[in-house]
Structures are given as structure tokens and as C-alpha cells.
């Protein structure tokens, strides 16, 4: 089955998103900010915006249940764009010079509300045919019903599709869906991965 398009993760593959890159600024040292990210504004948090609940709403609960961290809390919204540090530039590469033989998706879990941030700060989203977002969809990586909606969206087929991501359970899904699945790590190992498959 030849391949037609190639199917991409943003954060963490295309772009530099960390809360570490907001949190550096406000914290005396690196263990409380990490116990903050590990037990405060955690990561399963985080998810539930991508999953489509509102910001404000997400931010309001977080501060109820740890009052005593509430400004800290605030920053992580009222200062998101701070966390996205820049694209990740070999793979931007890559992405521009697959554009000239493939068809570009994106498949993301982000939240609706901050998406069009990421649109503005970076060009290279103009060069994908078609973009599915998590918190708009109210579905995120690993559900299939998240892919399957990408195929179906814009009349795709898996076989036919590479799908590229940081998160080994969101390319095992993907595997499973028939989707060749690379699980990146960074931009050579990427370009590697590609060429056992495709020519770029």
C-alpha cells in the first residue's frame, strides 16, 4: 500500500511546550517546582483541558481545593503562551520537505481555547491539509474514536497514513488502527524511522 499522508503530534514533536519554560521564572528551585507540576497542576489536570473542559473552569476548581497555591495555579493559564518555547526545528524540516511528496494532518491533544495561540506563533501550520483538535472534539489520544474521526473527516485511510508521536500509547493506538506508527524522540531518529518506510 503506498503511503499518501503523514499524519503529526504537535507538542512535543513539532513544538517546545513545557510548563517548566513558565515555571522556571517563579520558582527558587527546581524541587518545588517539580512537586507543584507533580502534585498541583499535574499533568492528568492538564488532560482534561485537552479533553474540552473550559480554563477558567479547570483554573477556579484547582484553586478551591489548593487555595494556598492559587497565584501560582493562575500563571498557568494567565501565562500559557510562555510555555511554548519555539518549534522544534528539525522537525519542522522534515514536515516542509514531506510536503512536497505527502499530504499533511495534524492529530493533537490541545485545548480548543489555546490552539489558536500555537496557529499564530507558529507559520508552519498553514502546510496541513486538515488539523483535528482534541478539546474541540471532546475526544483525546489514545481513544480510536479520535483517529477514526480523522479518516473520516477528511476520507483518509489509515494503511495509506504514517502517524507520528512522542506518547508510545498514542502510537500503539494508532498501530492498531492500521496507521503506521513511529514513536518520536527527536528530529534524526524521526528522519530515520521515515526512511525505512518512505522516501523523503
Not at 503523514?6 to 513545557?18: A, K, Q, Y
Not at 477558567?56 to 501565562?79: N, R
Request: charged residues 25%; contains cysteine; negative net charge.
Amino acid at each position: 500500500m503506498k503511503i499518501k499522508n503523514i499524519v503529526f503530534d504537535f507538542g512535543g514533536v513539532l513544538v517546545d511546550w513545557n510548563p517548566r519554560h513558565l515555571y522556571k521564572n517563579h520558582f527558587q528551585d527546581t524541587d518545588t517546582m517539580e512537586s507543584f507540576l507533580k502534585n498541583i497542576c499535574t499533568e492528568a489536570w492538564n488532560i482534561e483541558q485537552d479533553r474540552g473542559r473550559s480554563l477558567s473552569e479547570a483554573t477556579t476548581e484547582l484553586q478551591q481545593k489548593f487555595p494556598e497555591h492559587s497565584d501560582m495555579i493562575a500563571l498557568f493559564y494567565g501565562e500559557w503562551e510562555t510555555m511554548l518555547k519555539g518549534e522544534i526545528t528539525g522537525t519542522v524540516a522534515l514536515l516542509l520537505q514531506l510536503k512536497q511528496k505527502y499530504t499533511l494532518y495534524g492529530l493533537t491533544n490541545w485545548s480548543a481555547e489555546t490552539i489558536d495561540i500555537a496557529y499564530r506563533r507558529f507559520s508552519f501550520f498553514k502546510e496541513f491539509e486538515g488539523i483535528v483538535v482534541s478539546g474541540t472534539e471532546k475526544l483525546i489520544k489514545p481513544d480510536k474514536r479520535i483517529y477514526q474521526l480523522l479518516l473520516n473527516r477528511y476520507l483518509i485511510k489509515a494503511e495509506e497514513s504514517i502517524f507520528i508521536d512522542d506518547n508510545i500509547h498514542n502510537v500503539k493506538a494508532a498501530q492498531e488502527l492500521g496507521f503506521y506508527a513511529i514513536h518520536f524522540e527527536n528530529p534524526a531518529q524521526l528522519e530515520a524511522a521515515l526512511l525505512t518506510i518512505i522516501t523523503l
